[in-house]
């Protein structure tokens, strides 16, 4: 969720804001500023900081640029990425079970001269299947 920005093409003061959640509430403080706001939903994060700056410095929304590092509960934030390294390895596995498919169908269909027919009813496969993994 990190990285949340209210961007415009012309000129902007930046800012960087934080937010966690404290309680029902996400709570953004731009330290720059010393200051603090909240927000009831990550939807109003952005929003929230974009006006808070806005008011202390009595420009209008569209002259700030504020970027919200949206940091996550440490216990979300480690399962999480111990979920995607889990995804990374399911994706590799399944490059690897697939390409080992495609080698096994062409072995027995182009050296072993076993017909798709055969070779679907030794491997438990479709023959349409068969027919994909040998092309």
Do not use: C, Y
């Not at 940091?71 to 995804?87: H, I, K, S, Y």
């Amino acid at each position: 969720m990190a990285g949340m920005t209210n961007s415009n093409s012309r000129s902007k003061r930046r800012f960087e804001a934080t937010a966690r959640r404290e309680g029902r509430w996400w709570i953004v403080s731009v330290d720059e500023l010393q200051a603090v706001t909240q927000a009831r939903s990550v939807r109003e994060i952005n929003d929230m900081a974009t006006g808070l700056v806005s008011a202390l410095l009595d420009v209008p929304p569209d002259d700030v640029e504020v970027h919200v590092d949206v940091q996550l509960p440490a216990d979300v934030a480690e399962a999480w990425r111990e979920a995607g390294r889990l995804r990374e390895q399911a994706d590799e596995a399944s490059r690897q079970a697939a390409e080992l498919s495609r080698r096994a169908v062409r072995s027995l269909v182009s050296e072993q001269r076993v017909t798709q027919v055969d070779a679907a009813a030794l491997l438990g496969i479709s023959q349409q299947r068969v027919h994909q993994l040998a092309h």
